[in-house]
Each structure stands twice: as C-alpha cells, then as structure tokens.
C-alpha cells in the first residue's frame, strides 16, 4: 500500500537516498542520551546548539525527586479545583509521583514535571535541643 507521493519523511526513497543530518534542522531536544553518544564530533555552531539543548533536558528529567521534597515553580499552576500555587510538596508512591499543596492539601499531577525548570525549596528543620544530665552529687559517708 502507497500513502501520497515523493520525498519519504525519512530521506530514503530510492529517488534521494540522503539522509537528513543534525545540520539540517532537528527542532526537537527530546533525543535519547544513547543516540547523542553516537554522534561524531562537529564544529557546526546549530548542531552543538542543539546538542546542548538535548543535554540540558537529560540533566532536567535525572534531577532526583524524594518523597517530602518541596519544590518551586516558576510560574503558578492553575487546577481545576482553582487551586493556584507554584509551590508543592512531592508525593512518592513507588515510580508516581503527585503534588500536595504548599498548605498540605490536594493531590495534583503535573504533567511533564520532570521538564520543568522547577527548584528545590530548602527546608528549615528545627531539631529537639537535648541537654546533658549534671553529674549525680558524690555520696559522703
């Protein structure tokens, strides 16, 4: 079965057998870290461009996420409970991961959080001050 005509999106009909290289205009910076391995060295300032663009997602998307975790966005988000925040607290259970309000209520997902350029809110934590026992008094006899 034949769809339409010409030029595969591919590059590789039998009537232009090239290939499409990273200088030709890859947009997207979503390429797996494996491909990005196999790529040869080039001086071309657009593909190094784009190769800094797909590297900067991958170190996006590894930052770790812990249960507890408080976070920041950018901007507010706007959920349809109206619930407006930018700033949530991470929920893990097991590889989900949902969001609760900085006040401590709701359940949110986040669609495509790991992509976002979200920051981690650095929590003070106030630990009990335990204070040594004086030594007992010498018994005199």
């Known amino acids: 079965m034949?769809?339409?005509g010409g030029i595969r999106a591919d590059s590789l009909s039998s009537t232009n057998?090239?290939?499409?290289?990273?200088?030709?205009?890859p947009c997207s910076d979503d390429c797996p870290e494996k491909i990005l391995?196999?790529?040869?060295?080039t001086n071309n300032e657009y593909a190094l461009n784009?190769?800094?663009?797909?590297?900067a997602r991958l170190r996006r998307r590894a930052r770790r996420v812990e249960d507890g975790m408080r976070i920041r966005?950018?901007?507010?988000?706007?959920?349809?409970?109206?619930?407006?925040?930018?700033?949530?607290?991470?929920v893990k259970r097991g590889a989900r991961i949902?969001?609760?309000?900085e006040n401590g209520f709701g359940h949110y997902h986040i669609r495509n959080f790991r992509d976002?350029?979200?920051?981690?809110?650095?929590q003070t934590?106030?630990?009990?001050?335990?204070?040594?026992?004086?030594?007992?008094?010498?018994?005199t006899a």
């Open 116 to 122: 976002l350029p979200w920051i981690v809110v650095p």
């Open 2 to 4: 034949r769809f339409g």
């Open 98 to 101: 949902t969001f609760r309000g």
């Open 17 to 25: 057998p090239t290939r499409l290289g990273e200088n030709a205009g």
């Open 50 to 55: 784009w190769r800094r663009r797909c590297l």
């Open 125 to 139: 934590k106030v630990h009990a001050t335990i204070f040594a026992k004086p030594p007992a008094p010498a018994m």
């Open 73 to 90: 966005l950018p901007q507010p988000l706007t959920f349809s409970d109206d619930h407006v925040g930018a700033e949530f607290v991470v």
């Open 37 to 41: 391995r196999l790529l040869p060295p």
